[in-house]
């Protein structure tokens, strides 16, 4: 059986998420993702799970969850959760209760929450956590404007990736997203080179870890839009995207899933 690593599993394309942060309002939210359900029709799902997901805000997910069939095209992520497990932590949001509402996927160590304050050691306890509650952890890594500068980025990355590495059992599903933290939001997006580079980077550290290097999906984060997708997806090292801004409309975020699924044909 294809297993949620193996990045040549039949998902009908390459991997894209759309990562909706803190936005759109209630009416707007549920519009945008029947519209996206709309629009990806019966796309095919293979054995390795959905090729397009949608992160929304977590109060949309028992929404949506309940408009999922099973075997939908479109499959449910958050984007963060608490180490914590069911019981007296007030204000958590822990993983088993987002399986529970139907979600499959959970960024873990996205930029605006390091920013936030969250280290490294905290975000490989929630890759933990998220895997124990049966939730794939997307990793988020990259590097921000002055470590590229300065010549840091692959060091930067390989220390983002080696906590999570060092908690997390080889055998144990993981993705990764390479985001540069500069071209988050910013529409400078990274070159093919440079992602081309760095995910060759963290496929070594992968294998040096113990993993598949060559089997784990890397996605590619940072202003990726419905004219630049299909540039970088083209790349064989770019096995998906991971989207913000360009996810909050059903057409840009469908048109990126289509060109995934173009370059893979
Ligand atoms: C993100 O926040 O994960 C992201 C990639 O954002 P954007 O596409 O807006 O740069």
């Given at each position: ?170 055998e144990r599903p993981l993705w990764v997203a390479y985001e540069p933290v500069w071209a988050i939001g910013t529409g400078r997006t990274a070159t093919s080179e440079q992602v081309v580079e760095v995910h060759q980077a963290i496929r070594k550290s992968l294998a040096r870890g113990g993993r598949d290097g060559a089997g784990t ?49």
């Amino acid at each position: 059986m294809a297993h949620w690593t193996d990045r040549r599993a039949d998902r009908g394309g390459k991997i894209v998420a759309g990562n909706w942060k803190l936005q759109p309002p209630r009416g707007e939210g549920v519009e945008l993702f029947r519209a996206i359900l709309a629009g990806l029709g019966d796309a095919p799902v293979g054995a390795g799970g959905p090729g397009a997901w949608v992160i929304p805000p977590a109060p949309y997910l028992g929404l949506f969850g309940g408009e999922l069939s099973l075997g939908a095209p479109l499959g449910l992520g958050a984007q963060d959760l608490s180490p914590c497990g069911y019981g007296a932590h007030t204000g958590e949001l822990g993983g088993e209760l987002l399986a529970d509402f139907g979600c499959a996927l959970v960024l873990v160590g996205h930029s605006e929450r390091r920013q936030g304050g969250e280290s490294d050691p905290e975000v490989a306890e929630k890759a933990l956590a998220a895997d124990r509650a049966g939730l794939l952890p997307l990793l988020c890594v990259g590097e921000s404007e002055v470590e590229r500068d300065q010549g840091d980025t692959i060091a930067v990355v390989e220390r983002q990736l080696a906590a999570v590495l060092a908690t997390l059992a080889p055998e144990r599903p993981l993705w990764v997203a390479y985001e540069p933290v500069w071209a988050i939001g910013t529409g400078r997006t990274a070159t093919s080179e440079q992602v081309v580079e760095v995910h060759q980077a963290i496929r070594k550290s992968l294998a040096r870890g113990g993993r598949d290097g060559a089997g784990t999906p890397i996605l590619y984060g940072g202003s990726v839009n419905h004219s630049n997708a299909g540039a970088l997806l083209a790349e064989e090292e770019i096995d998906g995207a991971l989207v913000g801004g360009a996810s909050l409309k059903a057409e840009s975020f469908l048109a990126i899933v289509e060109a995934g699924a173009t370059v893979s044909d």
